[in-house]
């Protein structure tokens, strides 16, 4: 049995997304897009899988964490109710995804954003709409969901 020391519940998700690293003041970024999928998201923070994670000598993860004014910048665009919705967040872990012939990365972030924050409550109230369907889609193809429960 693990202990769940997250702040917030986190609900399983399949959400497409493109990941900048940006300079934290002015926001310009430094590499990017790596494109991913929220696999799954709380009001906190991410759980992200992505299937490139170093591009033109630039670790969307260790460059990140190396730079003390870097910040990941997430882009969502799940239309009609997420377009164009940007959050920043700070890369907390990484680890490798393997699934039969998949391989890829799962990375864990946290939002820079308040949880109270009014882009973060529009998030959630969006992700609320078909999140049954995209969440049934992520189970039904990770087995790695069947050994947690």
Known sequence: MSVEYRRSKRIIDYIPLEVYAVQGKDRQPIAGPFSGRIIDIST????????????????????????????LQLTINQPPDLNDCQLTAV???????????????????????????????????ALQ?????????????????????
């Open 129 to 149: 709409e078909n999140q049954e369907t995209r969440a049934g889609w992520w189970l039904a193809h990770c087995k790695i969901w069947d050994r947690k429960r």
């Open 91 to 125: 890369p907390v872990w990484l680890d490798l995804f393997r699934q039969q012939e998949i391989r890829a990365f799962k990375m864990g972030i946290d939002f820079t954003e308040s949880p109270e924050a009014q882009q973060m409550k529009d998030l959630q109230k």
């Open 44 to 71: 906190h923070g991410a759980c992200l899988l992505m299937t490139q994670v170093f591009y033109n000598g630039f670790h969307i993860f260790h460059s990140t964490r190396d730079t003390s004014d870097s910040l």
